[in-house]
Every structure is written in structure tokens, then in C-alpha cells.
């Protein structure tokens, strides 16, 4: 019995010098060397210059040269103290971080077009034409669909290519980025967007599919090869799709860094443009009915223009195929920019699904 009082003295001490020396390197005396105080009280304590948190059995060990079991010693004298009490500093609890002041100044730009200079233009429908091809715009906008959405089952998958491009953090949607501009979180990137489209949709009788898969991680490179793999696969599984939609957001900044979101006031609310992207087979891929693809484009941006004046850009024909070859309508969807916030972004997906539910609504 006397032996373990002993013990417990040794511990005891051991403790109050701990918290003590603790205290002083933290508090006031930083050039004081509390290693060596404790080694001349102590000299058998072999002293852990790198100080990290000590268990009790730790400094039991340190005193008498084996392991105890605490709570068979201290318990009926410090009934408070559990087993694995160390003297680690405590760490505040995180409070909420306030939004950092832009680094870069940011400009909202209406970029809906104004005249038809550069553009292919069919019933107030405009194409900038980044290819060598030259599309009859005007026949492919007055004649019908090559396909129908009769057959049961989804008929729309919304699927994202790059699914960690975020937007402009706000007090409502706050969030740490990954990367610059990016989140894998799916509460604050375009799959938020994607998920309040799918709803739209859905709500409107149109059987429709999001895909959720994270494709741009860890090799941003691959995006599109990982999003064709996972296309490929829901179309297996669901042949009556017939629309594909990879939403994603633009990014824009001039020379001097200036940001810019392209954003416009639809009933009184901000809402971030939309621009539909089409590709083509000039850069070698794949790509034969890619005219069927530009077809839709334009007829989903002619109904956006119908119902929602200058929510949309202009279409961007581009030279690359993307993964607009995988059905006869397949197209890329950028919702907004970097700038714009995650709240202007979903004003303007809602409204391109309410156009795109209007337009395959009529097939029915």
C-alpha cells in the first residue's frame, strides 16, 4: 500500500509540473526552459523536447520504468479524471469564417447578343462558328427531329464532366475551395446546379437522370474520357434516353484580372446567363450526327428566347467533339460563370429546364 502511494505522490507531482510548465511556454514565459526545470526536479524523467501530449501511463512509465493501469491507481483519489487525461493545449472550437474580400474585382456584363455581325443567325438564334464548317443554320433550326422521346422510361440524363466547378462563395452558400474556383463538395458545384434542373424536370413529366460521379478528380485531364465511361454505361442501362446535358460554367477574366459573370434581372431576380456549347468531328474524333446535336441547341435556345428573353449567349460551335456524339441530341450546358454565385447560377438552370421541359413536351 505504501509503495502505491509513492507512486501516485510521483505521478501526482509529475502532473502539476506538466500543466504548469504547459501554462508557462504557452502564457508568459517562453524563454524560460521548462525542459530543464523539470529534468533538475526529476532528473529520471527523460524529457520529450518536442512536447507532445503525455497519457498518464506515459509519465508513469517516465517515473517508475513500467506501465500502469491509471484508473487501478488514481481513480479513488481524482474520480474525475479519465483514463487517457493529457495536457495537450486545448484547441478553440472553429467559429465561422467571414468572406474574404475579392481579390479581383468583379463585373456583371448582360453578354446576350446585340447584333448578328459574326454570327450564324436563324430566327434570332445565334452561332459563333469556331470551325471551318458552315452549317445551314436556317434549315436545321425549320426542320424536325430525327428522333422522339415516345419509348418509356428517362428521357434526359444531366450529367457533369468537370462536377467540382464551383462559383463565387456567398454568407448563404459558403464553402472552402479545393482548387481555385472548385469544390468536390456537390452541395456548392455545378451538381447543385444539375440536381435543381433534374427537379425541374421531373416536375414537368420529363423522366430525367443526373449523374453524380466526381470525373475531374484526381486527374483533371481525364474528365471527359471518365464522363464517357459513365455515359456510356447509363445509356446501356437506359436506352430510352434520348438527351444529354453535361452542365458545366464558364470562367472569364480580362488581361488586368477583372472577373466577370454574366448575369441579368429575370422578374426581379439576379440570374446567370446560359450558354450551350456543340461539338464537332474537326478535331479527328468520332462524331458523324453532329449537326443533329447543333439542331437541338439551337431549337432549345430558340425556346429559351421565347419564354426568357436574353437568359441565353450565344451557341459556341466549337472544333472539339467533347461528348457531344454519344446520342443525336448531346450538348454542353455553362450555366454562369466563376463569378457568379451559386444562386444566379440555379435561377438560370431552373429556367433552361423550364424551357427544355417546354420543348420535349411538344414531342410528346
Known amino acids: 500500500m505504501?509503495?502505491?502511494?509513492?507512486?501516485?505522490?510521483?505521478?501526482?507531482?509529475?502532473?502539476?509540473?506538466?500543466?504548469?510548465?504547459?501554462?508557462?511556454?504557452?502564457?508568459?514565459?517562453?524563454?524560460?526552459?521548462?525542459?530543464?526545470?523539470?529534468?533538475?526536479?526529476?532528473?529520471?524523467?527523460n524529457i520529450n523536447t518536442t512536447y507532445k501530449p503525455w497519457t498518464l501511463q506515459e509519465y508513469a512509465k517516465a517515473?517508475?520504468?513500467?506501465?500502469?493501469a491509471p484508473e487501478g491507481i488514481l481513480s479513488t483519489q481524482f474520480g474525475m479524471l479519465p483514463t487517457e487525461?493529457?495536457?495537450a493545449h486545448a484547441q478553440p472550437e472553429p467559429t465561422p469564417t467571414p468572406l474574404p474580400e475579392e481579390s479581383k474585382p468583379v463585373i456583371s456584363l448582360d453578354m446576350s447578343p446585340t447584333s448578328s455581325e459574326g454570327y450564324l443567325n436563324a430566327g434570332g438564334v445565334f452561332v459563333k462558328n469556331a470551325t471551318t464548317y458552315?452549317?445551314?443554320?436556317?434549315?436545321?433550326?425549320?426542320s424536325s427531329f430525327e428522333w422522339d422521346i415516345k419509348a418509356d422510361g428517362p428521357k434526359v440524363l444531366i450529367t457533369h464532366s468537370h462536377s467540382s466547378e464551383s462559383y463565387k462563395a456567398t454568407a448563404e452558400n459558403f464553402y472552402y475551395p479545393s482548387d481555385p474556383d472548385r469544390t468536390q463538395d456537390p452541395r456548392y458545384n455545378v451538381m447543385r446546379v444539375g440536381e435543381v434542373m433534374t427537379k425541374t424536370l421531373n416536375n414537368m413529366g420529363i423522366e430525367t437522370i443526373q449523374d453524380r460521379v466526381i470525373h475531374d478528380y484526381p486527374e483533371y485531364n481525364k474528365s471527359y474520357k471518365n464522363d464517357l465511361a459513365t455515359i456510356n454505361?447509363?445509356?446501356?442501362?437506359n436506352p430510352s434516353i434520348k438527351v444529354v446535358i453535361d452542365v458545366h460554367r464558364d470562367s472569364m477574366q480580362r488581361s488586368d484580372g477583372t472577373r466577370i459573370k454574366n448575369v441579368i434581372d429575370i422578374d426581379g431576380k439576379k440570374t446567370a446567363q446560359i450558354m450551350l456549347v456543340t461539338g464537332t468531328d474537326q478535331m479527328g474524333l468520332d462524331?458523324?450526327?453532329?449537326?443533329?446535336?447543333?439542331?437541338?441547341?439551337?431549337?432549345?435556345?430558340?425556346?429559351?428566347?421565347?419564354m426568357y428573353p436574353k437568359l441565353t449567349?450565344?451557341?459556341?460551335?466549337?472544333?472539339?467533339?467533347?461528348?457531344?456524339?454519344?446520342t443525336l441530341a448531346s450538348i454542353i450546358m455553362e450555366v454562369g460563370s466563376s463569378a457568379n454565385t451559386l444562386e444566379e447560377a440555379e435561377a438560370g438552370g431552373v429556367l433552361a429546364a423550364n424551357a427544355l421541359g417546354e420543348l420535349l413536351n411538344k414531342m410528346k
Request: charged share 15%; glycine share 4%.
Open 2 to 45: 505504501r509503495k502505491f502511494k509513492i507512486i501516485s505522490i510521483f505521478i501526482t507531482l509529475s502532473l502539476i509540473i506538466g500543466v504548469c510548465g504547459g501554462v508557462l511556454s504557452r502564457y508568459a514565459l517562453a524563454s524560460i526552459n521548462v525542459s530543464s526545470i523539470i529534468s533538475h526536479a526529476i532528473p529520471t524523467i
Open 63 to 68: 517515473i517508475i520504468g513500467f506501465a500502469i
Open 85 to 87: 487525461f493529457t495536457i
Open 134 to 142: 458552315t452549317p445551314d443554320v436556317s434549315a436545321l433550326l425549320n
Open 233 to 237: 454505361k447509363i445509356l446501356a442501362d
Open 287 to 306: 462524331a458523324p450526327n453532329w449537326q443533329s446535336s447543333l439542331q437541338f441547341a439551337m431549337k432549345l435556345q430558340q425556346q429559351m428566347n421565347e
Open 313 to 326: 449567349r450565344s451557341i459556341d460551335l466549337r472544333q472539339e467533339r467533347f461528348n457531344t456524339h454519344v
